[in-house]
């Protein structure tokens, strides 16, 4: 459309809309402007901090740090003033369970074992005591030692505890959660439950006659609902005998639960995820902010607030600081923990909540707090947008300042102190741009800390590695081992120190209620690590059980389910078995003859490429070729008896590259061509991302320098097949499938190459065998070896569709955030909870997915996120038939709550419209009820301009944005009128970006 026609046809719009249709919608807002009352007159509950959970084996790492870079790190998660600046702190009170990623040893395993040194939790409240002084101490449990089942025994295992930390660790707690964590039976608090009547009539009394009345007590942390403030208001004894209500991963609360005059905690809740700034840090800080601004919550404690253990164990990829380099001391300092910042260097644990100036809305927030005791105070203000917020605050009720000082973080630039506000005739505007977070106070001393050492660069553990354990004191965990089951101890053999696994069948404990732990096993090293041999001398102390030697391990379940990669096991019987993956898969099995279980034996493996060797007593086992595995760490496991180990040697194989460089799917460095889907990933997958596609011809093509390369992706029951080229001649074909979900696979290795350069080329075949559901491949991350790794390409990268929903292979009925298979295969990634399900429409093989609003008065609405994309060009293709016209649906792209481009359905002859930034309805076509229709609109993200064409006709060409203040493209949104029932189906979306 050339821009005289669209001139012609504004004015005609205009005309008709301005009587009309302007009185149906409003123009949209070309800034968001919040306006802010800072009144000292109505200060709320006291705010008692941000804090976070240190469990699941996700500190154990720390203590193996060089000291310097240690000290670097604690400073940055404690120290006030310098970097995150925690101001609470809750433990694991270990009982050898595997609560998420790892076990937390127990201090007491029958009742005369005691010893508080075990583990990393009270080392590291100790660290943080020394740091602050007035942090306060929580501790929780997640298991239970097998030992304890009377209150008598588990009043025993808390005072044991709390005795331990204070002789040992000078340590005072303030806070202790008296059940399991997230055990949420609602039952068990009720007048005559089990944890009630602990509570009332074992714990708190025993607690204050034993000295410790200081210690107050947390419940119930559960995960579900606030059940725990219906019991509490109908129980006067239980009410006294706890400090304050908590639940989990919850912003709101009840009535109920605001009405006891007790405080109310978001015990546990989300770290930032570390794959985007907006919906990791920014999330994160919108939790804190609407905790108290919705629920009335006083206290945020994140989970988890540190990585300080193994990549390939759950719930990574997610925290304000990365520790897992602790042979070199390299780690990373997230944007999240200054985004923690903002809040933790700037109000402080008394001070009081400004109500009328701590709101939550759904583009962000403010939260206000005063020191009742000075005229200090901060102010926190919050854009989550992709839109410019202006903030005008005024100030009243005793509130007041001249000059406030400024520090800002952005998705680019974190904590960064800006010029000082000035406060005039008691009020002051701020503009936050988009994504951004500003704190502004009338104190000082914030700073960006800077570490005291180097930060070492990451590099891989060198080899050979050591270990014969006599550097240790008994009952000690040697470095660089993070127990996922069982317990990994220093003890002796006669005059000897060796490894040995203490946790049997006896003394097993009780399992957390989400994770089952597994049979002992503890990891070991680098995950890059690639052709090596590792070697270890082991015996039984019995004649039952076995010995396990494992390699390449990188990934492991959160299920009883032994560690994914490559292990020897040897039986007492002397039967032994090589086996790959999780179940245990056999490669192959013999027997030595002659095997004493009780003697020592030394097994051996070796991986060299795609060989590997496993030897017992310097005799060949077995000598096979496997491709499951490229890559991964050391493992040493065992049943639930004893089983000792000693020698461990990780050895280099000389002439073959020690390591793989492993880089993400999402690298800039990887070229996707064709219909490459942006699927949503887990802590399962390599930085929580995967791409797939399963279209024929569909290609990714990378370069590198090096001596070979892996593919690394998931296998599953809706696995298909692609070819690999290298140097442009066919090096093989591979196959997806599995009847179970395998991550982390190498789903092809390329076979060894003269060193050098070399080119890559995936091609998707769209073939499956005759068992998969359908034909996906999916790329998880790509691992080069030797060499310098991955190259930089020429020129601009291909358009590459990352959305392409058809439906049609969803079952009638489908919702959002529903799947094909049962349970989670292939996620229908759309909104949850709209009335909007999959239905055979048009027909049984071309379905759709449909919207029905039966309500004259409310809309329905649903929406699909897309990557988010601030540059470049975004193209949208969707096909949609709705059963009236002149219904007022809406289409909508936008980012986050924001709407870039606006489409309405109007009816009459304009029919499908754009809404200009003027206010200005632009007509696209007409529409016809019962009709199926094509829109594309084509993009231009940077210049904030677009085409649009319907049914293939150019409509629209080069016409702004509705809101040109949006920054970012990250979702698409279809919403039905108001004012009329209707029924929308939408037969397919599709997104390109590039």
């Known amino acids: 459309m050339t821009s005289q026609r669209r001139r012609i046809l504004a004015s005609l719009t205009a005309m008709v809309c301005v009587a009309a249709w302007q009185l149906v919608l409003p123009s949209p807002a070309a800034a968001d402007t919040v306006t802010v009352s800072v009144n000292g007159s109505t200060l709320g509950r006291t705010f008692e901090g941000v804090g976070a959970v240190f469990s699941n084996g996700m500190t154990r790492l720390l203590q193996d740090y060089p000291a310097a870079q240690r000290d670097d790190i604690l ?73 304890v089942d009377t209150d008598a025994e588990r009043y025993q295992y808390y005072k044991s505890f709390l005795d331990g930390a204070q002789s040992q660790y000078g340590l005072t707690f303030d806070y202790l959660g008296p059940e399991r964590n997230e055990n ?20 708190r009394p025993g607690l204050n006659a034993d000295g ?47 009405g006891l005059g007790m405080p109310l905690w978001d015990g546990e809740d989300l770290a930032p995820f570390r794959g985007d700034w907006v919906t990791g840090p920014l999330d994160t800080a919108q939790r804190i902010i609407k905790s108290y601004a919705v629920g009335r919550m006083t206290k945020y404690e994140m989970h988890p607030a540190v990585e300080a253990g193994y990549p390939n164990t759950p719930f990574n990829f997610k925290s304000i600081l990365v520790a897992q380099h602790p042979w070199t001391g390299h780690y990373d300092v997230t944007s999240g923990l200054w985004a923690t910042a903002h809040f933790t260097q ?64 952005t998705e680019t630039a974190s904590f960064v102190q800006q010029s000082n506000v000035t406060v005039s005739s008691g009020s002051f505007t701020v503009t936050v741009p988009p994504h951004a977070i500003s704190s502004l106070t009338t104190t000082t001393g914030q700073q960006k800390g800077v570490a005291a050492a180097s930060n070492p660069v990451a590099t891989d553990m060198t080899l050979p590695y050591t270990d014969d354990f006599a550097a240790y004191s008994t009952g000690k965990t040697p470095k660089y081992t993070s127990d996922q089951g069982g317990a990994f101890e220093i ?123 496993a030897y017992a007593d310097g005799v060949l086992l077995a000598d096979v070729t496997h491709t499951s595995f490229a890559s991964g760490q050391v493992e040493l496991g065992s049943g639930y008896h004893e089983a000792m180990f000693d020698n461990l040697a990780i050895r280099s194989i000389s002439g073959s590259p020690t390591s793989v460089t492993r880089y993400s799917d999402n690298d800039a460095r990887l070229r996707y061509t064709g219909t490459w889907l942006d ?140 799947f094909r298979v049962p349970p989670d295969i292939q996620k229908l990634d759309w909104a949850e909870g709209s009335p909007c399900s999959v239905t055979p429409t048009p027909s049984a093989t071309d379905k759709s997915f449909t919207c029905v609003d039966t309500s004259t008065t409310t809309s329905v609405e649903t929406s699909r996120d897309l990557p988010r994309t601030a540059s470049g060009t975004v193209t949208l293709n969707f096909r949609f038939q709705q059963n009236n016209a002149g219904s007022w649906t809406r289409m909508f792209v936008g980012s986050g709550a924001d709407d870039a481009i606006e489409l309405y359905e109007t009816g009459g002859t304009q029919g499908l419209a754009f809404l200009d930034s003027a206010g200005v309805y632009h007509s696209l076509g007409v529409i016809a009820a019962n009709t199926w229709y094509d829109v594309k609109l084509v993009v231009d993200v940077t210049a904030k301009t677009f085409d649009a064409y319907l049914n293939s006709a150019l409509v629209l060409d080069n016409a702004g944005y509705t809101d040109p203040a949006v920054a970012d493209l990250s979702v698409v949104r279809f919403r039905t009128g108001a004012s009329t029932t209707t029924t929308l189906d939408l037969d397919y979306l599709s997104a390109e970006i590039g």
Do not use: C
């Open 75 to 147: 400073d940055y998660l404690f120290k006030p003033g310098f970097g995150a600046a925690l101001q609470h702190v809750k433990i694991e009170i270990g009982s050898d369970v595997n609560s998420s990623a790892g076990t937390e040893p127990s201090h007491t395993r029958s009742s005369t074992d005691l010893d508080v040194t075990r583990g990393a939790g009270l080392w590291l409240a100790q660290q943080a005591k020394l740091r602050n002084p007035a942090i306060t101490l929580d501790a929780l449990r997640w298991g239970t030692p097998a030992y």
């Open 184 to 203: 949420t039976v609602t039952a068990d608090w009720a007048s005559t439950g089990a944890a009630r009547n602990f509570v009332v009539n074992t714990l």
């Open 212 to 258: 410790y009345s200081n210690v107050k007590l947390t419940a119930a942390d559960s995960n579900v609902s606030w059940f725990i403030a219906d019991r509490v208001a109908a129980d006067p004894s239980l009410k006294a005998a706890l400090y304050s209500l908590n639940a989990h991963y919850k912003q709101d609360s009840t009535t109920t639960a605001t």
């Open 346 to 409: 700037f109000a402080k644990p008394g001070w009081r909540y400004v109500d009328s100036a701590t709101t939550s809305d759904d583009r962000g927030g403010v939260m206000t707090v005063k020191d009742p005791g000075s005229s200090d105070w901060s102010i926190v203000l919050l854009n989550t947008s992709a839109v410019a917020r202006t903030y005008q605050v005024a100030l009243s009720g005793g509130i007041t300042a001249s000059t406030l000082h400024h520090w800002r973080s």
């Open 491 to 613: 003890a002796s053999d006669g005059t000897n120190k060796v490894l040995k696994q203490v946790i049997t069948t006896a003394t097993k404990p009780v399992d957390w209620k989400y994770r089952a732990t597994p049979e002992p096993f503890t990891l070991l090293g680098s995950l890059d690590l690639r052709n090596y041999e590792v070697e270890v001398d082991g015996k039984l102390t019995g004649t039952s059980g076995y010995l396990l030697l494992g390699g390449r391990v990188n990934h492991t379940a959160k299920s009883a389910e032994p560690a994914d990669g490559y292990d020897l096991k040897v039986n007492a019987d002397g039967s032994w078995a090589l086996r790959v993956g999780s179940v245990g898969n056999t490669i192959t099995s013999g027997t030595i003859a002659g095997f004493t279980p009780t003697a020592w034996h030394t097994l051996k493996l070796r991986f060299n490429g795609t060989n590997i060797k």
């Open 679 to 818: 699927e949503d990933g887990n802590y399962d997958t390599f930085e929580r991302s995967t791409t797939a596609s399963r279209h024929t011809d569909d290609e990714l093509t990378f370069s590198f320098n090096g001596s070979t390369a892996s593919l690394i992706g998931t296998r599953d029951a809706d696995g298909g097949q692609a070819d690999v080229y290298v140097d442009g001649v066919l090096s093989g074909t591979f196959d997806t499938y599995a009847a179970t979900r395998q991550y982390r696979r190498a789903i092809y290795q390329i076979p060894a190459l003269t060193a050098g350069d070399h080119t890559v080329r995936l091609v998707v075949k769209g073939t499956k065998q005759a068992a998969s559901i359908d034909t996906l491949v999916r790329v998880d991350a790509v691992e080069t070896t030797g060499g310098t790794g991955l190259k930089t390409p020429t020129g601009t990268a291909p358009t590459r569709t990352v959305v392409h929903d058809t439906f049609d292979a969803y079952p009638d009925g489908t919702v959002g955030q529903g």
